[in-house]
């Protein structure tokens, strides 16, 4: 790693076939006006273990032109600071529901940070292969190189080209398919609590992932952690709750209302369906 803000990936290997849910969600990515774009995170780790994800991770730059897209970003940018032990400012909008409910997609969630903004949400949400697609927007282009934005671990570090191009650490292919969850030394203890955290959803999912420290790092939190979680539960139960409560507050429920005096300049016959 060459600073806390980036990690070094180089081309793993290629992948001749993507699988079937990628494809969807490049489809998804092309109607909407998102050409520079790849797939990256636990969309990724999950493939390379031969899991189906949950969701499909997208790394991409937000059009600047395109009305649909800069009704989201106008959108997102006026979200009130409301933050949840973050750095991430989350907001549940009538807007952004409108907009999605009327390019055919069901909105989810979004948040905006110093670096990025993110929105997700589902396609096809009323067959029986819904798609959850969770978008992470960069102003720079996607363009891969040696330096890219730091994730939690290894086995997070993988980016997957739309064309097949698996870029990741020398070590992530093996720690994605061993569900291991290596946590990077150097973090602050308020940013390693926030991985052990996001490592708990994730064994939620996957029961068999287990954590580690990377060699220099805080192995003795880590261990505490983990030994109070095998004879308590409770970093787990409470990892949980904190991640329920979040999605409870920015997550829309199917009752919520669109705002009414909203106008929508998009037209949804060009969008997907």
Do not use: C
């Not at 990377?214 to 539960?233: F, M």
Request: aromatic share 8%; glycine share 4%.
């Amino acid at each position: 790693m060459s600073n806390k803000n980036t990690y070094t990936i180089s081309l793993l290997e290629k992948i001749t076939q993507l699988p079937h849910h990628f494809d969807r969600a490049a489809i998804v990515m092309d109607k909407l006006g998102v050409n520079d774009f790849a797939f990256f995170g636990g969309a990724v780790r999950d493939m390379i273990a031969g899991r189906k994800p949950s969701d499909i991770n997208v790394l991409a730059t937000m059009p600047r032109n395109d009305p649909f897209w800069m009704s989201v970003r106008k959108e997102i940018e006026n979200f009130p600071e409301t933050k949840l032990l973050s750095t991430k400012v989350f907001h549940s909008s009538g807007a952004l529901q409108q907009i999605f409910h009327d390019a055919g997609l069901r909105f989810v969630s979004a948040n905006r940070s110093p670096r990025h903004m993110a929105v997700k949400f589902i396609h096809a949400a009323k067959s029986p292969n819904p798609l959850e697609i969770d978008v992470n927007f960069n102003d720079r282009s996607v363009a891969i190189s040696e330096k890219f934005p730091v994730a939690e671990s290894p086995a997070h570090a993988m980016v997957l080209t739309r064309d097949g191009r698996l870029y990741g650490e020398q070590n992530s292919i093996e720690h994605a398919k061993s569900s291991i969850f290596e946590i990077r030394s150097g973090l602050s203890p308020f940013y390693l609590i926030k991985a052990l955290i996001r490592y708990e959803k994730i064994r939620a999912k996957i029961p068999e992932m287990t954590v580690q420290t990377e060699i220099g790092g805080n192995s003795k939190l880590v261990d505490a952690w983990t030994a109070i979680d095998r004879l308590t539960g409770i970093p787990h139960k409470a990892a949980l709750a904190l991640r329920a409560y979040r999605n409870k507050i920015t997550e829309p429920s199917d009752r919520v209302v669109y705002d009414r005096g909203f106008v929508n300049p998009i037209n949804p016959a060009s969008r997907p369906q």
